[in-house]
């Protein structure tokens, strides 16, 4: 009989996904600073015999300028591996032939450079930080309730996230508003989302079972995953809080200081 448990789970594992702020950095001015350890932790996932994906919520930067921060931090990283919110956005409206209002990061905006945004018929929104003043966060209001038919899509559904100088408010928040404002349900694009997360797992061509989530975010990375049939560890990294331990809902299949000692457990398992 297999090993459920954690960290017994890690010697029928074939796949892991890491998530990035709070697990290998914390943002901040310039690029941020990596987390003791977690340079070294991808380095040795990289050299062992499991499939390896980063998911993110990251709406800040495209992905391109986002994984280039990563790599000057020292990160072994490419953007075929990172999975975030914007490209799958840009996929769906597409699909549905949906022309975005866009309350994004300008950062963020050239993602969406191939979408028709005229006469716009839905709204994005993503963390757009200092960008959510009431001028635009209204103007998005008024788009959204002009529509016969309003669609809101928000990239994730964070409440918050750490920077080096402290914990943000995040996308999550500006959604409850809108949602509130225009009695409607916003589509969420991103964690907790089990379409982001499939999207994942058919790249790597595994099933549930067979990978395992890390995250510092208990709710959106770890009930999300496991929500989909993942295990979710939480580090204690990042945005974690103590309380997160005692959580009435989501309790992750186990908790470590760090990704290190999360990857070093995984590896010890496995030999």
Same mark, same amino acid.
């Given at each position: 009989?297999?090993?459920?448990?954690? &960290?017994?789970?890690?010697?029928?594992?074939?796949?892991?996904?890491?998530?990035? #702020?709070?697990?290998?950095?914390?943002?901040?001015? %310039?690029?941020?600073?990596?987390?003791?350890?977690?340079?070294?932790?991808?380095? +040795?996932? +990289?050299?062992?015999?499991?499939?390896? @994906?980063?998911?993110?919520?990251?709406?800040?930067?495209?992905?391109?300028?986002?994984? /280039?921060?990563?790599? @000057?931090? !020292? $990160?072994?990283?490419?953007?075929?591996?990172?999975?975030?919110?914007?490209?799958?956005?840009?996929?769906?409206? +597409?699909?549905? %032939?949906?022309?975005?209002?866009?309350?994004?990061?300008?950062?963020?905006? &050239?993602?969406?450079?191939?979408?028709?945004?005229?006469?716009?018929? #839905?709204?994005?929104? %993503?963390?757009? /930080?200092?960008?959510?003043?009431?001028?635009?966060?209204?103007?998005? $209001?008024?788009?959204?309730? !002009?529509?016969?038919?309003?669609?809101?899509?928000?990239?994730?559904?964070?409440?918050?996230?750490?920077?080096?100088?402290?914990?943000?408010?995040?996308?999550?928040?500006?959604?409850?508003?809108?949602?509130?404002?225009?009695?409607?349900?916003?589509?969420?694009?991103?964690?907790?989302?089990?379409? $982001?997360?499939?999207?994942?797992?058919?790249?790597?061509?595994?099933?549930?079972?067979?990978?395992?989530?890390?995250?510092?975010?208990?709710?959106?990375?770890? %009930? !999300?995953?496991?929500?989909?049939?993942?295990?979710?560890?939480?580090?204690?990294?990042?945005?974690?809080? &103590? #309380?997160?331990?005692?959580?009435?809902?989501?309790?992750?299949?186990?908790?470590?200081?760090?990704?290190?000692?999360?990857?070093?457990?995984?590896?010890?398992? @496995?030999?």
């Amino acid at each position: 009989m297999a090993d459920s448990g954690w &960290p017994g789970c890690a010697k029928s594992l074939k796949g892991v996904i890491l998530d990035m #702020c709070g697990v290998l950095y914390d943002s901040g001015e %310039g690029d941020g600073v990596a987390i003791p350890g977690s340079i070294e932790a991808v380095k +040795k996932l +990289k050299a062992s015999d499991l499939l390896l @994906r980063f998911c993110t919520n990251e709406t800040q930067a495209t992905r391109e300028t986002f994984v /280039a921060k990563l790599q @000057r931090l !020292g $990160f072994d990283i490419s953007v075929s591996e990172v999975f975030s919110p914007a490209p799958a956005a840009v996929a769906v409206l +597409k699909e549905r %032939g949906l022309r975005p209002h866009l309350l994004v990061y300008d950062g963020l905006i &050239p993602e969406f450079d191939s979408v028709n945004k005229a006469n716009p018929n #839905c709204v994005v929104i %993503g963390d757009a /930080a200092e960008k959510f003043s009431y001028q635009n966060l209204n103007e998005a $209001f008024r788009v959204l309730i !002009g529509l016969e038919k309003p669609v809101l899509f928000s990239l994730g559904q964070g409440r918050y996230y750490k920077e080096t100088d402290g914990l943000k408010l995040d996308v999550g928040v500006y959604m409850k508003a809108l949602e509130y404002a225009c009695d409607l349900k916003a589509e969420v694009i991103g964690k907790p989302s089990p379409t $982001f997360f499939q999207s994942v797992l058919n790249d790597m061509g595994l099933q549930p079972h067979e990978a395992l989530m890390i995250g510092d975010d208990l709710v959106n990375d770890v %009930g !999300g995953a496991q929500h989909c049939g993942m295990k979710g560890v939480q580090v204690r990294t990042g945005k974690y809080r &103590p #309380c997160d331990e005692r959580h009435p809902t989501v309790t992750a299949d186990g908790t470590v200081d760090n990704l290190a000692q999360a990857v070093d457990m995984i590896l010890n398992q @496995r030999h």
